[in-house]
């Protein structure tokens, strides 16, 4: 469950230009604006939050959320990126994993020591 600034993300979408929006919701449900929708830049698995839009009431939140990502989308023709599964994630490593033990180890190349 990922948090910023006091809010927990619920859902969020990523587009293949690794930007992306989310939609949260405030740890204390008494806050002033309680929901927020953020659009956030990815890099190195880290996200950038920034451009909040708050929001009093859920469906408000939501509609923007939606409405946001839509207009992202259809602005700078980008394609969503559907998140991998940790059984996707351990398949593609138990591949690589296999690929490694094919090959041979590399050789030392250590210098003539003489007869030591």
């Known amino acids: ?7 927990v993300i619920r859902e969020s979408v990523l587009f293949d230009n690794k930007r992306g929006f989310a939609i949260a919701e405030h740890e204390n449900p008494k806050a002033p604006a309680p929901f927020v929708t953020w659009q956030f830049a990815e890099e190195n698995g880290r996200r950038d939050y920034y451009w909040g839009h708050y929001h009093t009431d859920e469906a408000s939140a939501q509609k923007d959320f939606k409405d946001r990502a839509a207009d992202y989308k259809r602005m700078y023709k980008v394609q969503e990126v559907k998140p991998r599964t940790i059984a996707q994630q351990m398949k593609e490593a138990a591949k690589l994993a296999e690929a490694d033990r094919g090959r041979a180890a590399p050789k030392k190349t250590t210098p003539d020591r003489g007869d030591r």
Do not use: F, P, V
Request: no cysteine.
């Open 1 to 7: 469950m990922e948090k910023n600034a006091g809010y």
